[in-house]
T-cell receptor, first 114, second 114 residues
Framework: AQSVTQLGSHVSVSEGALVLLRCNYS??????LFWYVQYPNQGLQLLLK??????LVKGINGFEAEFKKSETSFHLTKPSAHMSDAAEYFC????????????FGTGTRLKVLA | KAGVTQTPRYLIKTRGQQVTLSCSPI?????VSWYQQTPGQGLQFLFE???????NKGNFPGRFSGRQFSNSRSEMNVSTLELGDSALYLC?????????????FGPGTRLTVL
């Protein structure tokens, strides 16, 4: 079965600093990977996804992620944090079990310090 | 295009009662998935419906059930509520059930069981 591990349940960065949120996956087949963001009292919004092709994926709000097969990683980055980036971020892998379903990581709460 | 809508947004019930939550997917989307989100367990997959048929089911007791109507709208029902059922219930829709299909989430229904 596939799984996702997000290292660090809480991450704090200063405004303007680099954001790095870590995600490692376990999969016996080529994974399809997703990053979602959840703002307080809201649902999840897709930031970006990797299916095939280019391993560096650009998403919304200046975020990007790089698929590294050798490291089984799909870390999320943003060069310069903004106060509005404060939210919870979820990494997910698409797993086939009957049809396809998402397996989510436990989430990383990002805090941006002024 | 309107997003995924969920009603009600907030619900308070007492133990032993039952509850029905509703989800209207994005127009044209035929797949609806349900997730339970709690601080302790994170996001857990409940079930998925596609063309009025349950295609996939997570590891939840039979008290949790759902259905999908011909217009793709979906409902989930929880009977004999327990305190541990307090959670944010998220609905997500996608065009199909393919591995790369992006799931679009609604804002969720926050259920509190007293």
């Amino acid at each position: 079965a596939q799984s996702v591990t997000q290292l660090g349940s809480h991450v704090s960065v200063s405004e303007g600093a680099l954001v790095l949120l870590r995600c490692n996956y376990s999969s016996s087949v080529p994974p399809y990977l997703f990053w979602y963001v959840q703002y307080p009292n809201q649902g999840l919004q897709l930031l970006l996804k990797y299916t095939t092709g280019a391993t560096l994926v650009k998403g919304i709000n200046g975020f990007e992620a790089e698929f590294k097969k050798s490291e089984t990683s799909f870390h999320l980055t943003k060069p310069s944090a903004h106060m509005s980036d404060a939210a919870e971020y979820f990494c997910a892998v698409s797993e086939r079990s009957g049809t396809y379903k998402y397996i989510f990581g436990t989430g990383t709460r990002l805090k941006v310090l002024a | 295009k309107a997003g995924v809508t969920q009603t009600p947004r907030y619900l308070i019930k007492t133990r032993g009662q039952q509850v029905t939550l509703s989800c209207s997917p994005i127009s044209g989307h035929r797949s609806v998935s349900w997730y339970q989100q709690t601080p302790g367990q994170g996001l857990q997959f409940l079930f998925e419906y596609f063309s009025e048929t349950q295609r996939n089911k997570g590891n939840f007791p039979g008290r949790f059930s759902g259905r999908q109507f011909s217009n793709s709208r979906s409902e989930m029902n929880v009977s004999t509520l327990e305190l541990g059922d307090s959670a944010l219930y998220l609905c997500a829709s996608s065009l199909e059930t393919g591995r790369t299909d992006t799931q679009y989430f609604g804002p969720g229904t926050r259920l509190t069981v007293l």
